[in-house]
T-cell receptor, first 111, second 114 residues
Framework: TQLLEQSPQFLSIQEGENLTVYCNSS?????LQWYRQEPGEGPVLLVT?????EVKKLKRLTFQFGDARKDSSLHITAAQPGDTGLYLC???????????FGAGTRLTVKP | GAGVSQSPSNKVTEKGKDVELRCDPI?????LYWYRQSLGQGLEFLIY????????KSGLPSDRFSAERTGGSVSTLTIQRTQQEDSAVYLC????????????FGSGTRLTVV
């Protein structure tokens, strides 16, 4: 089983719609990050959240870290075709050296 | 360089052969990570280097996998006696600090074992 469970696994929407993707775990994280990956490229960091309950906004993207530091969500407003990609969450646990990734949500935004 | 550089970008090898994958991290980044991504999957942690400390090898799937980091910079991931299940994209990332801060990833090496 994955340490971080992402849902939905696939999401296909029309341009202009809103969407939310989720990243859940039974473990507590010291920090959590969201990445976007396009075909043939490595993941690109979007945001890092470190405080329980924290909300960060990046243009049309809103990221939230759960109060208990076990989960996170990514909300996209008025999605555009350029938002298409694989969205990965990654968390760092206390006393661990590495970052563990979820399996990702593959988003397709149709024009 | 400006980013993390990986080479080769693509590698096709015959089953049973050894392969070496190279990663040039961002200059000055003390932390370096290797991950593996199978088709349609998330990233699987392989190994982590931090400065001159002993690497965290806990993610290496078998003793056929090994990695070195010379002079605190360039890293090489070696897979011996490759198997078809080793086929994947191998991603390298570097970070200026310890875990919890943003990683910069390379574009990966796509390994195909035939």
């Amino acid at each position: 089983t994955q340490l971080l469970e992402q849902s939905p696994q696939f999401l296909s929407i029309q341009e202009g719609e809103n969407l939310t993707v989720y990243c859940n775990s039974s473990s507590v994280f010291s920090s959590l990050q969201w990445y976007r990956q396009e075909p043939g490229e490595g993941p690109v960091l979007l945001v890092t959240v470190v405080t329980g309950g924290e909300v960060k906004k990046l243009k049309r993207l809103t990221f939230q870290f759960g109060d208990a530091r076990k989960d996170s969500s990514l909300h996209i407003t008025a999605a555009q075709p350029g938002d298409t990609g694989l969205y990965l969450c990654a968390g760092t646990q206390y006393n661990n050296n590495d970052m563990r990734f979820g399996a990702g949500t593959r988003l397709t935004v149709k024009p | 360089g400006a980013g993390v550089s990986q080479s080769p970008s693509n590698k096709v090898t015959e089953k049973g052969k050894d392969v070496e994958l190279r990663c040039d991290p961002i200059s000055g980044h003390t932390a370096l990570y290797w991950y593996r991504q199978s088709l349609g999957q998330g990233l699987e942690f392989l190994i982590y280097f931090q400065g001159n400390s002993a690497p965290d090898k806990s993610g290496l799937p078998s003793d056929r996998f090994s990695a070195e980091r010379t002079g605190g910079s360039v890293s090489t991931l070696t897979i011996q006696r490759t198997q078809q299940e080793d086929s994947a994209v191998y991603l390298c990332a570097s970070s200026p600090r310890r875990v919890g801060y943003g990683y910069t990833f390379g574009s990966g090496t796509r390994l195909t074992v035939v």
